[in-house]
Nanobody, 118 residues
């Protein structure tokens, strides 16, 4: 079992920045990939970014490239999402997820709300 707890969400003005954190526990953190997803009101949950087990590779959805950065600290069992130049359309509940023993994301956090005011 893996437990994931997100933090760092909040209200920010357009153009501002936030850093989300996701603390993991329960399994060896450095052995699985991590991802961030988001769900805006009335929309499907969508992929935002992911990072491999050792941080050696990252990928992003097109709409956040150049603005968001995913990183991880395996010593702290934590993955981060640095979000810069935020836009109103980034408003959503953000979830971290873990792909443990599989290529699918099979563990999810409870989510943290990010609201960007224009």
């Amino acid at each position: 079992q893996v437990q994931l707890v997100e933090s760092g969400g909040g209200l920010v003005q357009a153009g501002g920045s936030l850093r989300l954190s996701c603390a993991a526990s329960g399994r060896t953190f450095s052995t699985y990939a991590m991802g961030w997803f988001r769900q805006a009101p009335g929309k499907e949950r969508e992929y935002v970014a992911q990072i491999t087990w050792n941080g050696g590779s990252t990928s992003y959805t097109d709409s956040v490239k150049g603005r968001f950065t995913i990183s991880r600290d395996n010593a702290k069992n934590t993955v981060y999402l640095q979000m810069n130049s935020l836009k109103a359309e980034d408003t959503a509940v953000y979830y971290c997820a873990a792909a443990v023993g599989t290529t699918m994301y099979n563990y999810w956090g409870q989510g943290t709300q990010v609201t960007v005011s224009s």
